[in-house]
């Protein structure tokens, strides 16, 4: 058997479903259902800002920050090694008053911080994110109390989940769809709406 286990990977502080192989075949179909962009990965995030839109589409690429090695980051120049990434986006609820909102990301790519780059280029950052949220705790001080307690309660953890995974089972073909609920602490705050 040479690489039974997980076949893709969520960022750092991002909850949700992932996919593990018990197999080496099974591993493999799964691999090359990612490859070939048919499984569907749905994520969750509630973001600073109400976009002015219902629904856009984010095509941009990304490569490795020159600035940062730990980032990624948006370039429109061939020459900086970025690969093409595109994130679909529909606004779930709003709430108008704390300039927050909840939106859903369907991934055509799955490059590494993704949502999180994408999001933040079209200055709506996800809530909590610690590497492209940018004054977070100016914003914080913004909202209103009932809502920057829960925001607070979330702390240094992105408000960014991986609530659907759609494949193609490896060994029977079978459509499968799982669902799993946001964390308790984005849960509350998307309740707050």
């Known amino acids: 058997v040479r ?6 990977r969520l960022d750092k502080d991002t909850t949700g479903l ?14 090359h259902q990612f490859a070939a962009q048919t499984i569907k990965r749905t994520y969750e995030a509630i973001i600073w800002g109400v976009p002015d839109k219902p629904t856009d589409r984010i095509f941009f690429p990304i490569g490795r920050s020159r600035a940062n090695r730990k980032k990624m980051a948006v370039f429109s120049d061939e020459k900086y090694k970025s690969k093409k990434a595109v994130t679909h986006w529909k606004v779930l609820k709003k709430n108008n008053e704390n300039n927050l909102a ?18 933040d280029h079209i200055s709506h950052p996800v809530l909590g994110d610690p590497l492209y949220g940018y004054g977070y705790k100016t914003r914080i001080n913004k909202l209103k109390s009932s809502v920057k307690v829960l925001v607070e309660k979330q702390g240094n ?12 089972h490896p060994s029977t073909g079978e459509k499968l769809i799982f669902e799993t609920n946001p964390p308790e602490n984005m849960k509350s705050i998307i309740e707050s709406f």
């Open 102 to 119: 909840l939106i859903e990301c369907n991934l055509e790519t799955g490059r590494t911080h993704q949502i999180r780059v994408h999001l």
């Open 157 to 168: 953890s992105q408000a960014l989940h991986a609530y659907k995974l759609g494949f193609e």
């Open 18 to 31: 992932l996919v593990v192989a018990k197999s080496d075949e099974a591993h493999q179909h799964l691999v």
């Open 3 to 8: 690489r039974p286990g997980i076949v893709h």
